[in-house]
Nanobody, 122 residues
Framework: QVQLVESGGGLVQAGGSLRLSCAAS????????MGWFRQGPGKEREFVAV????????RYAGSVKGRFTISSDSAKNIGYLQMNDLKPEDTAVYYC???????????????WGQGTQVTVSS
């Protein structure tokens, strides 16, 4: 069993930055891939980014590539999503999740956090 807790969300102006954290307990990150997903108002959940347990492999959605950076500190069991140059369309609840696969589909993820709200004002 893995428990995930996100933090770091908030309200920021367009062009600003936030760093989300995902603290894990129960199992170590090194055995899992960590993904970030988001769900905006009236939208379906969408993939944002994924990295392997060591953080040496990463993949991003096209809409965030070049602005967001995913990383993982397996020694501390914490994952991060650094978000720069935020846009109003990035407004969403952001979720971290872990999977045995390096996957972009939410259905491949076994454990999810409760989510953290990110609101970007124009």
């Amino acid at each position: 069993q893995v428990q995930l807790v996100e933090s770091g969300g908030g309200l920021v102006q367009a062009g600003g930055s936030l760093r989300l954290s995902c603290a894990a307990s129960g199992r170590t990150f090194s055995n899992y891939a960590m993904g970030w997903f988001r769900q905006g108002p009236g939208k379906e959940r969408e993939f944002v980014a994924v990295c392997n347990g060591s953080g040496s492999f990463t993949r991003y959605a096209g809409s965030v590539k070049g602005r967001f950076t995913i990383s993982s500190d397996s020694a501390k069991n914490i994952g991060y999503l650094q978000m720069n140059d935020l846009k109003p369309e990035d407004t969403a609840v952001y979720y971290c999740a872990v999977s045995r696969l390096i996957a972009t589909a939410g259905n491949d993820y076994n454990y999810w956090g409760q989510g953290t709200q990110v609101t970007v004002s124009s």
